[in-house]
Each structure stands twice: as C-alpha cells, then as structure tokens.
T-cell receptor, first 114, second 117 residues
Framework: SQQGEEDPQALSIQEGENATMNCSYKTSINNLQWYRQNSGRGLVHLILIRSNEREKHSGRLRVTLDTSKKSSSLLITASRAADTASYFC??????????????FGQGTRLTINP | GAGVSQSPSNKVTEKGKDVELRCDPISGHTALYWYRQSLGQGLEFLIYFQGNSAPDKSGLPSDRFSAERTGGSVSTLTIQRTQQEDSAVYLCASSFFTGGVGNQPQHFGDGTRLSIL
C-alpha cells in the first residue's frame, strides 16, 4: 500500500513564484526523501531528511519534516520553467527488515508557467 | 556508463508473450530495485537485491513475474504470459548499501515502457 500521499495532486504557478508541496505518511519512518521526475524519464533524487531532522536546504529547495504530524513539505523558491515536473515523496519505513524499501506517494504534478 | 541503464527503452508485445527487461546499475552499487509505474501514478515496489543476500520479492504481483541479478551487477526482470494489465513503465534503481537502514538515495534509470496489445 502507498504510505506517502502528496498534496496537491497538481499545482500550476507563474515563473518566479514559490511552490509548496506536502506529503503525509502513516507509519514511523527512518527518513523521507523527495524525488523529481521529468516526463518520460526516471526519478532524480533531490533531498533526504532524516527522522531526527526538522528542516533541510539544498539550493532553492527547502524541506521540512514534522514527525508528530507525520508530514513533510517541499518548498521550491523562485520557480523556473525547468522546475516543471512531478515531485514524489518517498519514505523509508522504520525497523530492520524492509528498511531499505522506499514507499512512494502518488506525486504532485507541478507546472511553471512562463 | 555513469548512470543506471535500462533496455529496451520501449517494448510492445502481444498478450501471452514473455518479456525480459534489463538493468545495468551504477558500478559499485550493491543494492538494486525494480519498480512499476502506471500512467500518472506513483511507484510500486517489485523486488530488491542486496549483494549475495536473498532478494526481497514481496512486491512481485504474481508468479508470472521473476527477476535475477547475475554476478551482483546486471539484473533482468522477466514477465511470463504477459497480460494487458502489465502495461506500465518498469523502473530500475541502484544505491549503495548502508547496513539495514535505507538512508541512501536511489539512482534511477529512465525505465522501460511496456505495452501489451
């Protein structure tokens, strides 16, 4: 079953605006990762945040994690047309066996309008 | 090559035929994963290999699906007696192994788009 659920399913904004995507999950996690997928391509890893971290930055990306609410957000600042893609959160469930698996959400389709 | 390579990139076949999909992981990555992605959907885990350990096959949807990894490198995913519901993009990923905790990013190939007529 899918653990992560992204919100919204689709987001369309103007170039230069900020884009925020949310992810909720159900069980305890070791870490949470965000990936980007351009149309017809594989997924590209963006950022990994561990369960004991609350916020992480990478360039124009900012990820937050609230384990008490079992949620994460991905903020892309000063969006560009090239940011148009689908964005997925993926959780690594807590525990030993199976901890290598990533459980992906359904994704948020982001469109940046020039 | 520098990235994960999958072949073929596209495969069209008739219902009932067998298909074989190939994945070349990044050199040095001991963990290899297969996922399935239906149109507009997220990724569905299929199978995971790590070194010489027994693979985690818990995601394979039926006994028509099988996968091998030879020499700890190249992997093949085989679907026997294909059905129309098998149509999807099959993605392979590889990563370093971190001893039981999934703290490594996965590196994906561009997938094989499988269409069953």
């Amino acid at each position: 079953s899918q653990q992560g659920e992204e919100d919204p399913q689709a987001l369309s904004i103007q170039e230069g605006e900020n884009a925020t995507m949310n992810c909720s999950y159900k069980t305890s996690i070791n870490n949470l990762q965000w990936y980007r997928q351009n149309s017809g391509r594989g997924l590209v890893h963006l950022i990994l945040i561990r369960s004991n971290e609350r916020e992480k930055h990478s360039g124009r990306l900012r990820v937050t994690l609230d384990t008490s609410k079992k949620s994460s957000s991905l903020l892309i600042t000063a969006s560009r047309a090239a940011d148009t893609a689908s964005y997925f959160c993926a959780t690594s469930p807590g525990g030993g066996q199976g901890a290598q698996k990533l459980v992906f959400g359904q994704g948020t389709r982001l469109t940046i309008n020039p | 090559g520098a990235g994960v390579s999958q072949s073929p990139s596209n495969k069209v076949t008739e219902k009932g035929k067998d298909v074989e999909l190939r994945c070349d992981p990044i050199s040095g990555h001991t963990a290899l994963y297969w996922y399935r992605q239906s149109l507009g959907q997220g990724l569905e885990f299929l199978i995971y290999f790590q070194g010489n350990s027994a693979p985690d096959k818990s995601g394979l949807p039926s006994d028509r699906f099988s996968a091998e990894r030879t020499g700890g490198s190249v992997s093949t995913l085989t679907i026997q007696r294909t059905q129309q519901e098998d149509s999807a993009v099959y993605l392979c990923a590889s990563s370093f192994f971190t001893g039981g905790v999934g703290n490594q990013p996965q590196h994906f190939g561009d997938g094989t788009r499988l269409s069953i007529l």
